[in-house]
């Protein structure tokens, strides 16, 4: 089945039962048939989410039987999303302060925001 389908196949399920995106920490509900959210699901890898796809089978949410080459594939998302995750710097001022602070910078002569 190419993906094209595969993706025409998601695109067509519904919210049939609690499911939520599989980006750690993120509730938010989506339709069994898909991995994650619009914006964690275009955060991963292009060659994450082809393999993600290429693993798929229409189905395995309504039966529980996702295949092992689905699994491992899943499996790696998790492991790149924990990489991503621990190397992800907080956003800073040129100072090198940290962003949404009001309180005084002297070193940049600014308000931190």
């Not at 920490?25 to 898909?34: F, I, N, S, T, W």
């Not at 089978?57 to 998302?77: D, L, W």
């Not at 492991?79 to 991503?84: L, P, Q, R, V, Y």
Request: proline letters at 8%.
């Amino acid at each position: 089945m190419s993906i094209e389908s595969k993706a025409e196949y998601v695109r067509g399920q519904g919210q049939t039962r609690k499911h939520h995106c599989h980006w750690p920490g993120c509730d938010k509900q989506v339709p069994p048939a898909m991995w994650g959210c619009k914006g964690h699901w275009f955060t991963l890898p292009a060659s994450l989410r082809a393999r993600i796809w290429a693993t798929y089978r229409p189905g395995q949410e309504v039966n529980g039987t996702p295949s092992a080459a689905y699994i491992e594939a899943a499996k790696a998302v998790q492991e790149w999303i924990a990489e991503h995750e621990r190397h992800k710097l907080p956003a800073t001022r040129a100072c090198g302060h940290p962003l949404g602070s009001t309180r005084w910078c002297p070193d940049c002569e600014e308000a931190r925001t």
